[in-house]
C-alpha cells in the first residue's frame, strides 16, 4: 500500500490536478441530488404557497397569490406575529438549526462540522420557512432551499462510507442545486459554490456542484417554467455611464454595510430582552405586521415586485416607502432569529435604490440602474461579486448591462471589503465564535516538491550496531537530532528514536538493533517528487517530525530526510513575496558625482 501510495505521488506531481478515483462515484450522487434538491424546492415553494392562502385568505390552496392581496385590514399585523410563534416553538422543541437564513449554517456545517447535517434540519427547515414567508415574512426561499438542498444531500452522504471532503462535495452540490431549481440560475449557483461554499477549487468539488446544478435546471422547466424569472432588455449604456456605475457601486457599498450593520444592532437588541428566544419571532411578527398595513407589498417573498421594480413600474415615492419598509422590517425579522432567505430582499432593496438613483444617473436607463444597483447590493452585501454579476444576468439574459453590472459590483464589493471586517454571512459565525477566512490561493506546499526543501546529508544509523551503542552514540548527551533513518548497506530499514530505544529495556542491549527493531513491515518513507503539503498531511497522520527519503519505492534507497521545519522554507519566500516591498525598475538618471 505505501508503494502505491508514494507512486501515486510521483503521478500527481506530473499533473494539474490530484489524482482523485472517486469522481465517477461522487458525479453519479450528483446526478442524483441535483434531482433530490429540485424536489426540495417544488415541496418549499408550494408550501409558501400553501401557507399565504391559508394566512391571508384562509383557504387551502395551492395558488400562487400575493400576501398585498388580502382584505385584513388591521388583523394582518397579527399574522406574521402567528407565524413567528409556530417558528419559535418549532426551533424550541425540534432543532435551534432551522434558525436563521440558511447559507451561514451551511459555511459552519461544512468548515466546523464535517458537512454533516441533521434529518430533523432537511424536514423542518422547508416547513418552518413556508411558515415564515407564508405569514408575511419578507424573505426569499432560496437560503432554506440551500440549507434544506445541503442537509438531503449530507443525509445520503452520510448512509455510504465516505470522507467528509466528499461529503463537503455533496453538501454544497445540494444546496446550489436547490438554489438553481428557484432562480434558474446555474451558473451563478456554481459561482456561489466556489466564492462562499466550497473553499477550495478542485475537481471532486466542482465536478458534483456543476452537474447537480445541471441536472436542477434541466428539470426546473417542468414545474416552473422555461426562461428567465425577470426577462428584460436594456439598451447599450453610453460612456458616461463609467461614472453612473462607480457611483452606483458606491452607494450600493454604502447601503450593503449599513443593511449588514442594522441587521447585528437589531440581533444584539433581541439577545437583550428577558425573554427566551423561542418568543423573539413572534415579537419580529408583530414589527412585520406593522410594516405590511404600511406597505402591503413589502410581505412575502416580493418577486413580483422585483419584477416591477426592474421594469419600472412605480413611481418614486412607492419605491422609496417600500424600501424604507422592506429594510426594517427584514432586519427585524432576521434579527429576531427566525427562517427565512436574504437574496430575494437583497434583490428587492437592491432594484429599489437603483430605481430611486435613476433620476440622477446618465448614461443607462430607469431599468438598467435597477439592475445593476440590485447586482451590487448582493455582491457588496454577500462578497460575491462574480456570483453577483452572473446572477443578474441569469435571472434577466440582459447582456446589455453586463458591462455596467461588473464595474458597480466591483466598486461595491471593493468598498465593504475595505470598511467592513466581515460579511453578512460570516459576521453571524463569528458571533459563535468561529473565524472564517474567505481567501484562498494555491497551496505554496503545494508548489514546492521534496527534493527542494529536504536535507540531503543525512545521519544514519546502521542497523548492524548494538542497541547500548545506539543509545550512547546517537541518544547520548550529544544528541543532535530527535529521530534517525536506520539503514543497511544505503538500504532505508525503518526511523528510530529515543522512545523506542528505552523501550526495549537492558535485555535488547547487546542486540543488532535491526534484528531487535525487525517487523517484516514495509518503512514510512517519502519520495523527492512528493510535494510538500502531501507530506505536511503524512507527518501530521503519523504524528511525526521527520520522514526519511528514498529514490525509489522498491530499492529504497536513502537520499535525505525531510523534517518540519524543513517544510517552513517555501513559507519563507511567501513570507518575502507578500511583506518586503521593494522599487526594481528605476525612472530618471541617477545623480552622479561627475558635475
Given at each position: 500500500?505505501?508503494?502505491?501510495?508514494?507512486?501515486?505521488?510521483?503521478v500527481?506531481?506530473?499533473?494539474?490536478?490530484a489524482?482523485?478515483?472517486?469522481?465517477?462515484?461522487?458525479?453519479t450522487?450528483a446526478?442524483?441530488?441535483?434531482?433530490i434538491?429540485?424536489?426540495?424546492?417544488m415541496?418549499?415553494?408550494?408550501?409558501?404557497?400553501?401557507?399565504t392562502n391559508?394566512?391571508?385568505?384562509?383557504?387551502?390552496?395551492?395558488?400562487?397569490?400575493?400576501?398585498?392581496?388580502?382584505?385584513?385590514?388591521?388583523?394582518?399585523?397579527?399574522?406574521?406575529?402567528?407565524g413567528?410563534l409556530i417558528?419559535?416553538?418549532m426551533?424550541?422543541?425540534?432543532?435551534e438549526?432551522?434558525?436563521?437564513?440558511?447559507?451561514?449554517?451551511?459555511?459552519e456545517?461544512?468548515?466546523?462540522?464535517?458537512?454533516?447535517?441533521?434529518p430533523?434540519?432537511?424536514?423542518?427547515?422547508?416547513?418552518?420557512?413556508?411558515?415564515?414567508?407564508?405569514?408575511?415574512?419578507?424573505?426569499g426561499a432560496?437560503?432554506?432551499?440551500?440549507?434544506t438542498?445541503?442537509?438531503?444531500?449530507?443525509?445520503l452522504?452520510?448512509?455510504?462510507?465516505?470522507?467528509?471532503a466528499?461529503?463537503?462535495?455533496?453538501?454544497?452540490?445540494?444546496?446550489?442545486?436547490?438554489?438553481?431549481?428557484?432562480?434558474g440560475?446555474?451558473?451563478?449557483?456554481?459561482?456561489l459554490?466556489?466564492?462562499?461554499?466550497?473553499f477550495?477549487?478542485?475537481p471532486?468539488s466542482?465536478?458534483?456542484?456543476?452537474?447537480?446544478?445541471?441536472?436542477?435546471?434541466?428539470?426546473r422547466?417542468?414545474w416552473?417554467g422555461?426562461?428567465?424569472?425577470?426577462?428584460?432588455a436594456?439598451?447599450p449604456?453610453t460612456?458616461?455611464?463609467?461614472?453612473?456605475?462607480?457611483v452606483?457601486?458606491?452607494?450600493?457599498?454604502?447601503?450593503s454595510?449599513?443593511?449588514?450593520?442594522?441587521?447585528y444592532?437589531?440581533?444584539?437588541?433581541?439577545?437583550?430582552l428577558?425573554?427566551?428566544?423561542m418568543?423573539?419571532?413572534?415579537?419580529?411578527?408583530?414589527?412585520?405586521?406593522?410594516?405590511?398595513?404600511?406597505?402591503?407589498?413589502?410581505l412575502?417573498?416580493?418577486?413580483?415586485?422585483i419584477?416591477d421594480?426592474?421594469?419600472n413600474?412605480?413611481v418614486?415615492?412607492?419605491?422609496?416607502?417600500?424600501?424604507?419598509?422592506?429594510?426594517?422590517?427584514w432586519?427585524?425579522?432576521?434579527?429576531?432569529?427566525?427562517?427565512?432567505?436574504?437574496?430575494?430582499?437583497?434583490?428587492?432593496?437592491?432594484?429599489?435604490?437603483?430605481?430611486?438613483?435613476?433620476?440622477?444617473?446618465?448614461?443607462?436607463?430607469?431599468?438598467?440602474?435597477?439592475?445593476?444597483c440590485?447586482?451590487a447590493i448582493?455582491?457588496?452585501?454577500?462578497?460575491?461579486?462574480l456570483?453577483?454579476?452572473?446572477?443578474?444576468?441569469g435571472?434577466?439574459?440582459?447582456s446589455?448591462?453586463?458591462?455596467?453590472?461588473?464595474?458597480a459590483?466591483?466598486?461595491?464589493?471593493?468598498f465593504?471589503?475595505?470598511?467592513?471586517?466581515?460579511?453578512?454571512?460570516t459576521?453571524?459565525?463569528?458571533?459563535r465564535?468561529?473565524?472564517?477566512?474567505?481567501e484562498?490561493?494555491?497551496?505554496?506546499?503545494?508548489?514546492?516538491?521534496?527534493?527542494e526543501?529536504?536535507?540531503?546529508?543525512?545521519?544514519e544509523?546502521?542497523?548492524?550496531?548494538?542497541v547500548?551503542?545506539?543509545h550512547?552514540?546517537?541518544?547520548?548527551?550529544?544528541?543532535?537530532?530527535?529521530?534517525?533513518?536506520?539503514?543497511?548497506?544505503?538500504?532505508?530499514?525503518?526511523?528510530?528514536?529515543?522512545?523506542?530505544?528505552?523501550?526495549l529495556?537492558?535485555?535488547?542491549?547487546?542486540q543488532?538493533?535491526g534484528?531487535?527493531?525487525?517487523?517484516g513491515?514495509?518503512p514510512?518513507?517519502?519520495l523527492?517528487?512528493?510535494?510538500?503539503r502531501?507530506?505536511?498531511?503524512?507527518?501530521?497522520?503519523?504524528g511525526?517530525?521527520?520522514?526519511p527519503?528514498?529514490?525509489?519505492?522498491?530499492?529504497?534507497?536513502?537520499?535525505?530526510?525531510?523534517?518540519?521545519?524543513d517544510?517552513?522554507?517555501?513559507?519563507?519566500?511567501?513570507?518575502?513575496?507578500?511583506?518586503?516591498?521593494?522599487?526594481i525598475?528605476?525612472?530618471?538618471?541617477?545623480?552622479?558625482?561627475?558635475?
Open positions: 500500500m505505501r508503494a502505491e501510495r508514494s507512486r501515486s505521488a510521483v500527481h506531481r506530473g499533473g494539474d490536478f489524482p482523485n478515483t472517486r469522481l465517477i462515484l461522487l458525479s450522487f446526478i442524483a441530488i441535483g434531482a434538491s429540485t424536489a426540495g424546492a415541496f418549499l415553494l408550494s408550501a409558501i404557497r400553501f401557507f391559508l394566512f391571508f385568505f384562509q383557504t387551502f390552496s395551492l395558488v400562487a397569490r400575493s400576501p398585498a392581496e388580502n382584505h385584513l385590514g388591521a388583523w394582518v399585523i397579527l399574522v406574521p406575529a402567528i413567528g417558528v419559535g416553538l426551533a424550541r422543541f425540534g432543532s438549526k432551522i434558525r436563521g437564513h440558511g447559507i451561514p449554517e451551511a459555511i456545517a461544512i468548515l466546523f462540522g464535517k458537512s454533516r447535517m441533521s430533523k434540519v432537511a424536514i423542518l427547515k422547508p416547513l418552518s420557512s413556508g411558515i415564515v414567508i407564508g405569514s408575511g415574512g419578507p424573505f432560496e437560503g432554506p432551499i440551500i440549507m438542498g445541503g442537509a438531503a444531500a449530507s443525509m452522504a452520510q448512509a455510504f462510507h465516505l470522507t467528509a466528499e461529503r463537503k462535495a455533496l453538501l454544497v452540490a445540494g444546496a446550489c442545486a436547490g438554489m438553481t431549481a428557484v432562480f440560475t446555474p451558473l451563478a449557483a456554481i459561482l459554490a466556489v466564492e462562499l461554499l466550497l477550495e477549487l478542485r471532486r466542482l465536478l458534483p456542484v456543476a452537474l447537480s446544478c445541471a441536472v436542477a435546471g434541466f428539470l422547466p417542468l416552473a422555461a426562461g428567465p424569472l425577470f426577462p428584460g436594456t439598451p449604456a460612456w458616461t455611464a463609467l461614472v453612473s456605475c462607480c452606483a457601486g458606491l452607494a450600493s457599498g454604502v447601503v454595510a449599513a443593511m449588514t450593520l442594522l441587521l444592532r437589531i440581533e444584539d437588541l433581541f439577545g437583550r428577558p425573554v427566551h428566544w418568543w423573539w419571532p413572534a415579537l419580529g411578527g408583530l414589527v412585520v405586521g406593522i410594516g405590511g398595513l404600511i406597505a402591503p407589498r413589502a412575502g417573498v416580493g418577486y413580483d415586485v419584477g421594480l426592474l421594469a413600474h412605480l418614486a415615492s412607492a419605491v422609496l416607502a417600500l424600501l424604507v419598509v422592506k429594510l426594517v422590517i432586519a427585524v425579522a432576521l434579527g429576531s432569529g427566525t427562517s427565512g432567505g436574504v437574496l430575494a430582499p437583497l434583490l428587492m432593496m437592491g432594484a429599489g435604490l437603483g430605481s430611486l438613483l435613476s433620476r440622477w444617473l446618465p448614461g443607462g436607463s430607469p431599468e438598467l440602474w435597477a439592475l445593476v440590485m447586482a448582493l455582491g457588496g452585501t454577500m462578497r460575491a461579486p456570483t453577483a454579476v452572473v446572477f443578474a444576468f435571472l434577466t439574459h440582459d446589455n448591462a453586463f458591462l455596467p453590472t461588473i464595474l459590483c466591483a466598486v461595491a464589493y471593493g465593504t471589503v475595505i470598511v467592513m471586517p466581515r460579511s453578512i454571512l459576521e453571524k459565525i463569528a458571533r465564535g468561529r473565524h472564517v477566512f474567505r484562498y490561493g494555491v497551496d505554496v506546499l503545494e508548489r514546492h516538491s521534496v527534493e526543501v529536504m536535507t540531503r546529508t543525512v545521519i544509523v546502521p542497523a548492524t550496531l548494538c547500548a551503542d545506539v550512547t552514540r546517537f541518544f547520548g548527551a550529544g544528541q543532535r537530532h530527535r529521530a534517525y533513518p536506520l539503514t543497511t548497506e544505503g538500504r532505508l530499514v525503518g526511523m528510530v528514536d529515543r522512545p523506542t530505544i528505552v523501550a529495556g537492558p535485555e535488547s542491549a547487546a543488532p538493533i534484528r531487535v527493531l525487525e517487523t513491515a514495509s514510512e518513507f517519502a523527492p517528487t512528493e510535494t510538500c502531501s507530506i505536511a498531511h503524512r507527518l501530521a497522520a503519523l511525526r517530525e521527520r520522514l527519503v528514498v529514490d525509489d519505492p522498491a530499492e529504497l534507497r536513502l537520499v535525505g530526510i525531510v523534517s518540519r521545519s517544510l517552513l522554507k517555501p513559507m519563507r519566500a511567501q513570507h518575502e513575496e507578500e511583506s518586503v516591498r521593494e522599487r525598475l528605476h525612472l530618471g538618471r541617477r545623480a552622479t558625482g561627475d558635475g
